[in-house]
């Protein structure tokens, strides 16, 4: 079966640090990834996707990076963080075949506080 | 632009009774509907979904009711149990191929 993998569940971090969040999927080859971010109390903003190695787009402006050095991993990334990246981090799987249904697989979250 | 909307933000019900969660979408041409359950600080779980070529599908306790005159999309749930608190997100899968979100319905489940 296929898995998802998340992490740190946790982050504390100061203004103008670097972030790496990391995600990895199992059980499955060429996934569609998918970075959302979540507000408190609010809906799925995505951010970024990708439909292969080193095929990334992007959804908003915004300080932040994503890239997909391997087939199951995908990684989110800032040179420098600001107070308005605190929130709720998901990523998320779907299958890539044509055709299939894009039911999208949520990893367990990052919970970012840039203080 | 696209949107999927929910009408309450939050619902209360008593524990055994049949909760129904509403949700508007935007986009005719989005081919199937999703629904997720997200429990406080967990990633959402996939509930049941439903392709736009049919108006009813049933689970295990959970119903999703397609109209697409109005686009309007529902779940239900019977017997509602504490275990069914949670946030419900809609999703509509446009047709860029992405999954659009509504901004989540609150379950509270009364003991």
């Known amino acids: 079966s296929q898995t998802i993998h998340q992490w740190p569940a946790t982050l504390v971090q100061p203004v103008g640090s670097p972030l790496s969040l990391e995600c990895t999927v199992e059980g499955t080859s060429n996934p569609n990834l998918y970075w959302y971010r979540q507000a408190a109390g609010r809906g799925l903003q995505l951010l970024f996707y990708?439909?292969?190695?080193?095929?990334i787009s992007s959804e908003v402006p915004q300080n932040l990076s994503a890239s997909r050095p391997q087939d199951r991993q995908f990684i989110l990334s800032s040179k420098k963080l600001l107070l308005s990246d605190s929130g709720f981090y998901l990523c998320?799987?779907?299958?890539?075949?044509?055709?299939?249904?894009?039911?999208?697989?949520f990893g367990a979250g990052t919970r970012l506080s840039v203080l | 632009g696209e949107s999927v909307g929910l009408h309450l933000p939050t619902l209360s019900v008593q524990e055994g009774d049949n909760s129904i969660i509403n949700c508007a979408y935007s986009n005719s041409a989005s081919d199937y509907f999703i629904w997720y359950k997200q429990e406080s600080g967990k990633g959402p779980q996939f509930i049941i979904d439903?392709?736009?070529?049919?108006d009813k599908r049933q689970g295990q306790r959970v119903t999703v009711l397609l109209n697409k005159t109005v686009k309007h999309l529902s779940l239900q749930i019977a017997a509602t149990q504490p275990g069914d608190s949670a946030v419900y997100f809609c999703?509509?899968?446009?047709?860029?191929?992405?999954?659009?979100f509504g901004q989540g319905t609150t379950l509270q489940v009364k003991p």
């Open positions: 990708s439909v292969g190695i080193g095929q």
């Open positions: 439903i392709r736009s070529n049919m």
């Open positions: 998320a799987w779907s299958t890539g075949l044509a055709g299939k249904k894009n039911i999208q697989y």
């Open positions: 999703a509509e899968n446009s047709n860029t191929g992405k999954l659009i």
